[in-house]
């Protein structure tokens, strides 16, 4: 069987330094390790639409603005393929068949749904669209035979939704569709990123994010407003790490040679983490020196950004031509799908020949 990845993001802005450590950059190792057949990753459109279908245009000008963040990242256009999800119109058709093996209730009791419905206050009245989310999801993930999905933590209820609907399905109607399995980042830091705020999640929405796009001096503004320890006030004071975005943000990206480079009085985080519990370290110092591997990090990411926005026609280019072989794949899928379901009627040669042959006798 071919290893296949399967991964996205929602075009609702641009991408931030949460995507990066969540996804982003372990999606860039997987691609460049050379482990995988093929990789999709997808600018799910259509997903962002179930609940910003009264504002399309937002959708519409974001999906540059992500295309530009994954490029920036180091997805290669060579390597993977990089699509829109509306130009795949086989996805919409796979959701409608699994409807009818997924239940309100089923849908009801999804954390993630539940909490996203939450965070929206859809309480009172769910877009249709956005309820069967897992639905979708589980049509773009079947469509290309994926076997990993690399996602963050918070996807995990909607990747065992996928799994029912796969077994289901293979159960019903004969082993057609592959399981897929989540692939977490190996850094728990990089599970949940909080905000710069100390929100529990970074988000567009709550605008605590720190964005990839961002130049030098507003990445370094950010980080130096970053929530820390409220209690710390003196630089004598002992310190908090639970709960303080700043150590959280170094446990996300720094390494040994960050401390070489930038914090040579420290061999690791380890030593820094002890200093600043004890008293005697200020809030200043560590901040400065989170900007510091932060700039490291994203530095590379401005430049080659930078590039690509000089030829747009070219990443619209590498969308289209991705979004033809996203389709090619995902029709191969759907004719499957319709084969065991058997509702292929015209290819079905023996049900023509039977009802032939059925109705000559007569």
Excluded: W
Excluded at 129 to 153: C, H, L, N
Aim: charged content about 30%; aromatic content about 8%.
């Amino acid at each position: 069987m071919e290893k296949i990845i399967l991964t996205g993001d929602r075009p609702t802005g641009k991408l931030h330094v949460g995507h990066y450590v969540g996804s982003l950059k372990r999606r860039v190792q997987l691609q460049n390790s050379g482990e995988y057949d093929k990789i999709f990753i997808m600018i799910a459109d259509a997903q962002a639409l179930t609940d910003n279908a009264d504002n399309p245009e937002k959708i519409r000008q974001n999906i540059i603005e992500v295309a530009l963040d994954y490029l920036s990242c180091g997805l290669d256009p060579e390597k993977t393929t990089i699509f829109i999800q509306s130009q795949v119109p086989e996805l919409c058709e796979l959701s409608f068949y699994y409807m009818n093996l997924v239940t309100v209730s089923r849908l009801q009791r999804n954390p993630t749904v539940k909490s996203e419905i939450q965070m929206r206050n859809f309480e009172t009245s769910i877009p249709v669209g956005f309820f069967t989310y897992p639905i979708s999801q589980a049509s773009d993930i079947t469509a290309f035979k994926a076997t990993t999905v690399p996602v963050g933590e918070d996807q995990l209820p909607m990747l065992e939704q996928t799994k029912e609907i796969v077994r289901r399905f293979n159960a019903v109607y004969g082993e057609t569709l592959v399981e897929p399995e989540i692939l977490l980042p190996d850094n728990k830091a990089c599970l949940r990123l909080p905000g710069i705020d100390g929100k529990a999640k970074m988000s567009k929405s709550l605008g605590n994010c720190i964005y990839l796009s961002e130049d030098a001096e507003e990445v370094r503004k950010k980080v130096m407003s970053m929530y820390t320890d409220p209690e710390h006030i003196k630089v004598s004071d002992p310190g908090k790490i639970e709960g303080n975005t700043v150590f959280t943000y170094l446990d996300a990206f720094c390494t040994d040679e960050h401390f070489k480079k930038y914090l040579p009085e420290y061999n690791n985080l380890d030593e820094l983490k002890a200093h600043y519990q004890r008293g005697g370290l200020g809030d200043v110092k560590v901040k400065k020196f989170l900007n510091s591997v932060l700039q490291e990090e994203l530095e590379p990411i401005r430049a080659r950004r930078k590039e690509y926005e000089k030829d747009i026609a070219y990443v619209y280019e590498i969308l289209k031509k991705g979004s033809e072989v996203a389709q090619a794949k995902a029709a191969q899928t759907l004719a499957e799908v319709k084969a065991a379901m058997k509702i292929n009627y015209f290819e079905d040669k023996d049900l023509i020949a039977e009802h032939i042959k059925k109705y000559s006798e007569k």
